[in-house]
């Protein structure tokens, strides 16, 4: 049983080029437009549907795309450390509230990739966390949502649909989890 959990952040900008198959021939131009204009739609969480983007048609596998991940300490609603139990009573449940903390003593060693998404999404949640014309019903609405996996006791779970829903200090945030699958 493996002691450390890790958590994975999709990173969707950094696509490698053999995830793509395209119908037709694209010039360099082409091809560079199609990718920033995938990477913008995923990082503001508009859905298309693997098949068509603007003007392009492509197959894409996902399972291609790029994560990164960083070590974490989980705890339960109640501040205590969660087990694997606890996943499976989200599974079984539904929505349910993790805190996910990066341990201090690994924040010096973290792929800057990961810090940098990290705190990106961060920067997007508080900023409406603080947004005083809206009520905490539209704050929740409006928070981005990412999926995320999480490795625990060598188990992998998907967490869809993750909200950044409080920060307790620079890398201890409460998520709100819509679902969870072990996958």
């Not at 693997?50 to 109640?78: M, T």
């Not at 973290?110 to 810090?115: H, N």
Request: hydrophobic share 35%; proline share 2%.
């Amino acid at each position: 049983m493996n002691d450390k959990n890790y958590l994975y952040i999709n990173v969707p900008f950094i696509v490698q080029e053999d995830s793509f198959t395209y119908n037709k021939e694209l010039t360099s131009d082409e091809y560079v437009k199609m990718l920033r204009e995938y990477s913008n739609s995923l990082n503001s969480n508009k859905n298309f549907d693997n098949k068509h983007f603007n003007s392009y048609e492509f197959d894409y596998d996902e399972e291609k795309n790029n994560f990164v991940k960083a070590p974490v300490i989980i705890y339960d609603i109640n501040g205590d450390k969660a087990n694997i139990n606890e996943l499976y009573r989200i599974i079984k449940t539904g929505i349910s509230i993790l805190i996910i903390e990066i341990p201090y003593y690994e924040i010096e060693n973290l792929d800057e990739i990961f810090e940098s998404e990290f705190k990106m999404w961060k920067k997007e949640s508080l900023n409406i966390q603080s947004n005083m014309d809206l009520d905490e019903n539209q704050k929740i609405k409006l928070l981005p949502e990412k999926t995320l996996r999480l490795e625990m006791d060598d188990h992998l779970f998907e967490l869809y649909n993750c909200k950044l829903y409080c920060e307790y200090d620079n890398f201890k945030v409460a998520l709100i989890i819509e679902k969870v699958e072990e996958i």
